[in-house]
């Protein structure tokens, strides 16, 4: 099909601007580019935060490296007193991003791997701690941050997490890491970045 340019900047049904009535037309170029803009926006901010579990190497050293970033805040965040609501808040968005993140490898890749792997109920314990984890988030969430009980919370809130992340690293992790070969816990490792970059 052959389009001809008209007096009026329209090639074939779409109109560029040119004359008069144009409006929708020069809108489309700075729409376009914004779009464009945003998304490579969007894509730099998922490479940025998935980067460095990325370049941790195999799944098992990324999520440590994420364990450790989620103890950082958990420890800023105890540091708080009453008269920080803001920063209270703000941390715990943090780390409510952080761990959704991280739950998402979890419970898509890493988990089911460990079910086939080790039927022995070690993936629905963890799941279980994760749907604890998520309990806490809310009622802290919803709970005012000046409230004096609200740091006694958070501080039990903590407790499940060295304690999840002790038997991850500890005992679960290792066993499973051993009993792949290294093609399989290298597909693990792609998967579980892709699942990480999704929700990042």
């Known amino acids: 099909m052959t389009h001809h340019m008209n007096h009026t900047g329209r090639l074939g049904g779409f109109n560029f601007g040119r004359g008069g009535g144009g409006g929708l037309g020069r809108m489309a170029l700075p729409l376009a580019i914004g779009a ?38 958990f420890e800023a965040l105890l540091a708080t007193d009453e008269t920080q609501k803001l920063k209270r808040n703000m941390l715990l968005g943090k780390i409510a991003y952080a761990l959704t993140k991280h739950a998402n490898q979890e419970e898509n890749v890493i988990y089911p791997a460990l079910k086939e792997a080790q039927p022995n109920g070690q993936a629905d314990h963890l799941s279980h701690d994760h749907a604890q984890i998520k309990t806490f988030i809310f009622e802290l969430k919803r709970m005012d941050a000046a409230d004096p009980r609200w740091l006694l919370r958070a501080r039990e809130f903590f407790e499940l997490i060295q304690h999840h992340v002790r038997e991850e690293e500890d005992e679960i992790f290792p066993g499973l890491y051993a009993s792949l070969s290294e093609e399989e816990n290298g597909k693990l490792t792609t998967m579980m970045n892709w699942e990480g970059y999704k929700v990042a």
């Open 36 to 73: 464009i803009a945003g998304l490579a926006m969007s894509q730099g901010r998922k490479l940025a935060v998935q980067g460095p579990s990325i370049a941790a190497g195999d799944w098992m050293d990324a999520l440590k490296l994420e364990h450790r970033g989620v103890e950082r805040l």
